[in-house]
């Protein structure tokens, strides 16, 4: 109906539901203890998302889910990035939920989906590699074809909750062909020839390692065709940069926010330093930042959920929001000056996670490119 | 005439040698350590084992008169000797022990010299810097710290903040306001302090790069008289201009040993380029990343030639470009450079560069730790500020 920025009555409220929830359930000093501890994610809090319906928010109402759309998800994300919520929800809900949803068999939605949306089952995607590409090719673990199923040799990294996981949704090569060699199977993680490995990282997050020996996996595995999994995985991968893009808006809110106190707040020589236009420039960059990015991540939301081409969309909101994340945090420090820079204050908290978020399903540099090749250059 | 060559004699190219033989001995694995970043006890005790042996040579005071533990050495010679240490990426001397040296020789008594020149010159005792307060930051002026004359003894009232590596510190040089009445930059002293005073207690403020800055408050802290350095209520001019500011040419934060380990940290990025593909390509083959280095290497190198002016400017005792605010302009560019560079190899290394060490880490996970060390760019003051002072003081712009 014409032109509309709006969300829906019913969205916002999912926004101010989720805030008001998150601010008495993962206050920041759930944040920073999760940092800090052996287990992957906050059980306690993810059962309480599920019993909002939080976590089956996309899947199908057969399978446990609320049936909703991308922009009913995104002010739960707004929210998330906002709270820091340190939970799998991009990586179990966003990514392998919607993968099983798209490709997955009748089984497996049936026995994983309304695990997931219960918040009983973590499914860990495992796509990057070690050397960091974002691509199809970067995707070099093998799988080979046994008599009963398949052998994967290789090697996954960042791969978040992993230790916490049931399953991983593991992206291997079965063909060398770059594009159209791609498999994606269902891994026990306990199965032999894995090993795990927690690798410390910037934000904090429990991000892991993997090495598979010759790990046997059952041919039913698979997840959607043999070989021909990369279309679904890119898409379902850009959906998801989609809702990572709210999350950093969400973050960009709080640290406009904090930032814009701050400066009201703080005096030298006599008066607020907002009242310096140096100082004005850094709040507004934290503002036009985050609010292109909202307003680009809205567009490619929208063209999910009305079914319209997104890939270009999503990957133009991506690249704004991996911008974003480096350039608010940035100014927000320059703005705080010391304060900031010891541990105490939250700030910190958001500029580490922006920085794994700017790398996560895709940095700046793959979202340009893909912004080119999907506007046909 | 310009001359960019350190050691054109081969008395200069020896002593270079020299300094490289010490090396290859004192610290023959490459090493990187920032005393403000670390709070890891067995790499301070070998840092400070390092640079007890550079003292025992008498290199820190390389420069020092002889009556006060020096070598009476030229500069020249102190300034090769600083080249080489940023060419094996030595870990700098600690904290501010360097400056206070150099305030004592301007401005300290023959008697504070010969006793206090002795501890920096052998690195037994550590000083910490305690100028910033909680409401004085940039306004640095607007100090509230306050100590007042009583008989034989200053009495100190205050609390500092932020001070760097404070913890480990022996002494501390103190601002504070010394009278309440007069204008505000025309009433402060600078007061040498042992941190073991009864009434000095000291907070850990941990920061967000591994190292621990200070909160110290000062409650009735009485120092003898004699701790007074320079003149009674002259400190804005010859101890906080003299030592960061404008007044007076010396090695400034924008330029000083410290800043230039930036060289050594490009350079492993570059050879990590050189030595890496992604998806089946060097990364030094990469046209973009060719131009992301480039740009780097533009500032690497501006970093490497503000130092040689300011060395320059020293020397030759000639005012800068911007006068009285020339030093300003160098720093101001390196508060903004040291976060870009950061920001820009995590962006050419990728996603695996947010790894913090481990087989799985790039480049020992040494840019993850250089990033957010780079928040801490303020040190010193902003860039801000820097720009500000560069606009009024040397473009001549109005207030
Ligand atoms: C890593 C680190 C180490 C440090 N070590 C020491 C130490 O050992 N000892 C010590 O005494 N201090 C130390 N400091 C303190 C340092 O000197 C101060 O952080 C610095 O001077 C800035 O002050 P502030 O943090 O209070 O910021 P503020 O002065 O509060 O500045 C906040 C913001 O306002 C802006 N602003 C303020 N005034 C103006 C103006 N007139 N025009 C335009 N913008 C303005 C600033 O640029 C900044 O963006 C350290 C700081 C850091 C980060």
Not at chain 1, 244 to 255: D, L, W
Not at chain 2, 130 to 141: Q, R
Not at chain 2, 164 to 184: E, F, I, K, N, Y
Not at chain 2, 367 to 389: C, D, I, P, W
């Amino acid at each position: 109906m014409g032109i509309d920025l709006t969300l829906t009555e019913e969205q916002e409220l999912i926004g101010r539901t989720a805030n008001e929830f998150f601010e008495k359930n993962c206050p920041s000093s759930l944040v920073r203890e999760y940092e800090a501890t052996a287990s992957d994610y906050p059980s306690e809090l993810w059962t309480k998302m599920a019993e909002l319906g939080w976590l089956g928010m996309p899947f199908p109402e057969a399978c446990g889910g609320l049936g909703l759309g991308t922009l009913d998800m995104y002010p739960l994300l707004v929210e998330m990035g906002r709270h820091l919520v340190p939970c799998p929800y991009l990586d179990t809900v966003a990514l392998a939920g919607e993968l099983i949803c798209s490709i997955g068999s009748e089984s497996q939605k049936k026995t994983l989906l309304p695990g997931i949306a219960a918040g009983e089952i973590i499914v860990a995607p495992a796509i990057m590699e070690a050397d960091g590409s974002y691509g199809p090719k970067g995707i070099q673990l093998q799988a080979q074809h046994t008599g009963s199923g398949f052998e994967l040799t290789g090697a996954k990294t960042l791969v978040a909750c992993a230790g916490a996981a049931q399953w991983l949704l593991c992206a291997a090569r079965t063909d060398p062909n770059p594009a159209d060699g791609i498999s994606l199977f269902l891994v026990d993680p306990t199965t032999s020839g894995i090993s795990m490995e927690r690798t410390p990282n910037i934000a904090g997050y429990p991000l892991y390692a993997i090495t598979f020996d010759s790990v046997s996996v059952p041919a039913d595995a698979v997840v959607g065709e043999t070989g021909s999994a990369w279309p679904s995985l890119y898409q379902a991968m850009m959906k998801a940069a989609v809702l990572q893009s709210a999350m950093v808006i969400g973050a960009g809110e709080r640290v406009l926010e904090m930032t814009t106190n701050y400066a009201q707040e703080r005096e030298q020589f006599g008066q607020a330093i907002g009242k310096y236009q140096a100082v004005q420039y850094l709040c507004t960059d934290i503002a036009i930042h985050y609010h292109q990015t909202s307003l680009l991540t809205l567009q490619a939301a929208w063209r999910i959920d009305a079914g319209e081409s997104f890939l270009r969309e999503a990957a133009l909101a991506k690249a704004s929001a991996s911008r974003a994340a480096a350039a608010m945090t940035f100014a927000a420090h320059e703005v705080h000056a010391g304060v900031a820079f010891i541990s105490d204050y939250d700030l910190q908290l958001y500029t580490r996670r922006a920085k794994h978020w700017e790398y996560n399903l895709g940095d700046l540099r793959y979202h340009l490119d893909r912004a080119c090749a999907e506007s046909g250059i | 005439m310009v001359d960019m060559r350190a050691d054109d004699t081969p008395e200069l190219q020896a002593w270079r040698q020299e300094v490289r033989d010490f090396l290859a001995e004192a610290l023959p694995e490459p090493w990187t350590f920032w005393y403000d970043y670390d709070e890891d006890p067995e790499s301070w005790e070998r840092y400070l084992t390092f640079w007890r042996k550079v003292a025992e040579k008498r290199w820190v005071s390389l420069t020092w008169p002889k009556e006060y533990y020096g070598l009476g050495r030229s500069a020249i010679e102190k300034w090769i000797l600083d080249e080489e240490f940023v060419a094996h990426d030595v870990p700098t001397y600690p904290v501010i022990g360097r400056q206070v040296s150099e305030l004592l020789m301007r401005h300290g008594t023959h008697e504070q010299r010969l006793k206090h020149l002795k501890g920096i010159a052998d690195v037994s005792v550590l000083w910490g810097e305690g100028y910033s307060e909680p409401g004085a930051g940039s306004d640095l002026a607007g100090l509230t710290t306050k100590a007042h004359r009583d008989g034989n003894e200053w009495v100190i009232n205050g609390q500092k903040t932020l001070g760097t590596a404070a913890h480990v510190c022996q002494w501390m040089s103190v601002l504070a306001r010394t009278d309440p009445d007069g204008p505000r930059h025309a009433g402060l002293s600078c007061f040498l302090v042992p941190l073991d005073t009864p009434g000095v207690e000291m907070l850990p403020l941990n920061n967000m790069a591994d190292g621990r800055q200070n909160m110290t408050y000062f409650d009735d802290v009485r120092i003898p008289a004699e701790n007074l350095v320079g003149d009674e209520n002259q400190a804005w001019t010859q101890v906080w201009f003299g030592m960061g500011g404008d007044k007076l040419d010396n090695a400034l934060p924008g330029t000083d040993p410290h800043t230039l380990r930036i060289i050594p940290l490009f350079a492993r990025v570059l050879r990590y380029c050189q030595q890496t593909n992604r998806g089946g390509q060097r990364l030094a083959d990469d046209p973009l990343i060719r131009q992301q280095l480039g740009e780097l290497m533009v500032g690497v190198e501006t970093l490497k030639v503000q130092a040689f002016e300011n060395y320059s400017r020293a020397q030759t005792r000639k005012p800068g470009k911007f006068g009285a605010a020339s030093s300003h302009l160098s720093a101001a560019f390196h508060k903004e450079f040291w976060p870009h560079l950061a920001q820009v190899c995590m962006e050419i290394v990728g996603p695996m560069a947010q790894l913090k060490g481990g087989r799985w880490a790039q480049l020992n996970g040494e840019l993850e730790h250089y990033f957010r060390a780079s928040f801490g760019n303020h040190a010193g003051g902003t860039s801000q500020l820097k720009r500000m002072v560069l606009a009024t003081r040397g473009l001549g712009l109005p207030r």
